[in-house]
């Protein structure tokens, strides 16, 4: 039997190996954390996420909202200094977080939309809709994306195609 087999059927598992440190193994190379990760998504009925997370077999880490909210603060830089001065309100589910100051301006330039609440939802996967708001602005005349999400390498992909170009930042 596998090392770790069964690890994910006992009530500790789910506490020790918890979504964002499985997110942050991945994010860091980590492959060995895909299947925990899986696991808890299947486990709590987010079968999308999962699959998305299969698609991608641990090599293409599914870009969420938040991080690309801040992948727009880089290559947008220049053009968020000064709206930054502007003191905006958080959105509500970005309390607690240190980009929220950042993610706020990305809203306020429409570079990225809030829900109708007001909410950010950073954890959601990035979708075509969203691309398709920030093409305009940042990616290559040539842009075109089918796929229901997209990894991080694709993002920067686009925008270095975009400051190739010249229509990106």
């Known amino acids: ?11 500790t598992a789910v506490s020790v190996l918890d979504e964002r440190s499985l997110t942050l193994q991945l994010n860091n190379g980590n492959r060995k954390a895909l299947i925990p990760l899986i696991d808890i998504l299947v486990v709590s009925g987010r079968m999308e996420c999962a699959e998305i997370w299969m698609e991608g077999r ?10 690309l909210g ?13 709206v930054m001065t502007l003191d ?15 993610l706020a301006a990305i809203l306020y330039m429409g570079w990225m939309n809030a829900s109708e609440d007001g909410s ?6 990035v979708g075509i809709s969203d691309l398709d708001i920030i093409a305009p602005y ?31 930042r």
């Open 1 to 11: 039997m596998a090392s770790g087999y069964g690890l994910m059927n006992t009530s």
């Open 58 to 67: 641990g090599l293409s880490v599914p870009v969420s909202r938040r991080d």
């Open 70 to 82: 801040i992948a727009l603060s880089w290559y947008g830089r220049y053009d968020l200094h000064d």
């Open 88 to 102: 905006l309100p958080n959105p509500p589910d970005l309390d607690n977080d240190d980009y929220a100051p950042t």
């Open 120 to 125: 950010f939802h950073p954890d959601i996967f």
């Open 138 to 168: 940042f990616f290559a005349s040539s842009y075109h994306w089918e796929k229901d999400w997209i990894g991080m390498r694709s993002l920067d992909s686009l925008f270095a195609a975009g400051g190739r170009e010249g229509d990106g």
